[in-house]
């Protein structure tokens, strides 16, 4: 079945740093891509998403492109701030269904 | 976009025992969705509601344990039946736009079973 995989559970980082989150996927056909950010408390918010290859979203700063060659969708931020810290999701998406596949999500902590 | 609403925000209940939880939307729409996800894990899509229709359960989820109700196109309940400490967790309402696959969550409802 499809599936959404992120290879870093937790990543650290200092404000201003430069941000990369891996996603890669696993999905016949072609799937819509997500970005879902969630902070303490709250459901997943919308960052962006894609839907065809070589397409980029991109939303806050932070972006990522459709890459069908390699199957990923990475996450990346020039300059993360402090606000940014927050745990963040891959998705994929089957517009038919509906419904989204979650990766198993990133806990990203930035130290001021 | 589409607000979601959910009663309760948390709710602590012995084994056994049954609980509701009601999801409202600020708009109507055609599906909507329960999603569960374990503290410190990913979201799990349990099943997909539309109106006057029986819920569809994903591999995992059962209608006899999590009945869900979508009696009219803005308002959703699920049922936790005979609820175990496994089921301790925060259980999501999520729908999406027409226009395009955005979904939509609400804010949650955290459940501990004693």
Not at chain 1, 92 to 103: A, D, S, T, V
Not at chain 2, 29 to 35: E, G, L
Not at chain 2, 95 to 114: A, C, D, P
Request: net charge neutral; aromatic share 12%; proline share 4%.
């Amino acid at each position: 079945g499809d599936s959404v995989t992120q290879t870093e559970g937790q990543v650290a980082l200092s404000e201003e740093d430069f941000l990369t989150i891996h996603c890669n996927y696993s999905a016949s056909g072609y799937p819509a891509l997500f970005w879902y950010v969630q902070y303490p408390g709250e459901g997943p918010q919308f960052l962006f998403r894609a839907s065809r290859d070589k397409e980029k979203g991109s939303s806050r700063g932070f972006e990522a492109t459709y890459d069908k060659g390699t199957t990923s969708f990475h996450l990346r931020k020039a300059s993360v701030q402090e606000s940014d810290s927050a745990v963040y999701y891959c998705a994929l998406g089957n517009y038919n269904q509906g419904k989204l596949i979650f990766g198993q999500g990133t806990k990203l902590s930035i130290k001021p | 976009s589409v607000l979601l609403y959910q009663k309760p925000n948390r709710d602590i209940c012995q084994s056994g025992t049954s609980l509701k939880i009601q999801c409202v939307a600020d708009s109507q729409v055609v599906s909507m969705f329960w999603y569960q996800q374990f503290q410190e894990q990913s979201l799990m899509l349990m099943a997909t509601a539309n109106e006057g229709s029986e819920a569809t359960y994903e591999s995992g989820f059962t209608k006899d344990k999590f009945p869900i109700s979508r009696p009219n196109l803005t308002f959703s309940t699920l049922t936790v039946n005979n609820a175990r400490p496994g089921d301790s967790s925060i259980y999501f309402c999520s729908s999406r736009e027409i226009s395009n696959e955005r979904l939509f969550f609400g804010h949650g409802t955290k459940l501990s079973v004693l």
